[in-house]
């Protein structure tokens, strides 16, 4: 048990819709990284909280968007979704914003897009 | 964009052989991160490999990193069913201020019983 948890385990919805996926890190963690795995893409990085702020951006759409809140829990938000959204969605937390560190990755949100 | 290449792209082996697995990187780096993701499962850290180390072991895994060549190892003995498994590496460049990681497409290991 890596300690991260991500809620929902699976979402399925419809294209344009908006979701939100949730991620609490491990204890005593501050950065949390968003990734998404697809089969094409591989996993990618698409951006990183340290203790309530934004201190990295990788390949997020404008669709995306995420925040870290006060508690250290963090979310990710995916609207207008489209076919091509379909993946999973990984979080994952470490203790510094370096990367100098493992990271601990939660189980992932299974998002299927209709 | 993906920084790791791993090589290759999937191997079966048979219970008690050894694996390996090679990656490859285009940029210089601060450290080199290895992580194994069971089927539906999150990635589950292995061993961290910094640029100035040649070589690391945990248990029955040995991670070589030659910098000169900017390519990585892992080499698991002795396998077992149980480490059947996706492989990836993946690399922190360090610098700036951000942490996250770059992997690569990873390698799927199948180890049969």
């Known amino acids: 048990d890596s300690g991260v948890t991500q809620t929902p385990k699976h979402l399925i919805t419809a294209t344009g819709q908006r979701v939100t996926l949730r991620c609490s890190p491990r204890?005593?963690?501050?950065?949390v990284y968003w990734y998404q795995q697809s089969l094409d893409q591989g996993l990618q990085f698409l951006i990183q909280y340290y203790n309530g702020e934004e201190r990295a951006k990788g390949n997020i759409l404008e669709r995306f968007s995420a925040q870290q809140f006060p508690d250290l829990h963090s979310e990710l938000n995916l609207s207008s979704l489209e076919l091509g959204d379909s993946a999973l969605y990984f979080c994952?937390?470490?203790?510094?914003?370096?990367?100098?560190?493992?990271?601990?990755f939660g189980d992932g949100t299974r998002l299927s897009i209709l | 964009s993906q920084q790791g290449e791993e090589d290759p792209q999937a191997l079966s082996i048979q219970e008690g052989e050894n694996a390996t697995m090679n990656c490859s990187y285009k940029?210089?780096?601060?450290?080199l991160q290895w992580y194994r993701q069971n089927s539906g499962r999150g990635l589950v850290h292995l061993i961290l490999i910094r640029s100035n180390e040649r070589e690391k072991h945990s248990g029955r895994l040995r991670v070589t990193l030659d910098t000169s060549k900017k390519s990585s190892s892992l080499l698991i003995t002795a396998s077992r069913a149980a480490d059947t498994a996706s492989y990836f590496c993946?690399?922190?460049?360090?610098?700036?201020?951000?942490?996250?990681?770059?992997f690569g497409k990873g390698t799927k290991l199948s180890v049969k019983p």
């Open positions: 940029t210089s780096i601060n450290n």
């Open positions: 204890s005593g963690d501050l950065s």
């Open positions: 994952a937390s470490s203790v510094s914003w370096r990367g100098n560190q493992p990271q601990h």
């Open positions: 993946a690399t922190y460049r360090g610098g700036g201020s951000q942490g996250n990681l770059i």
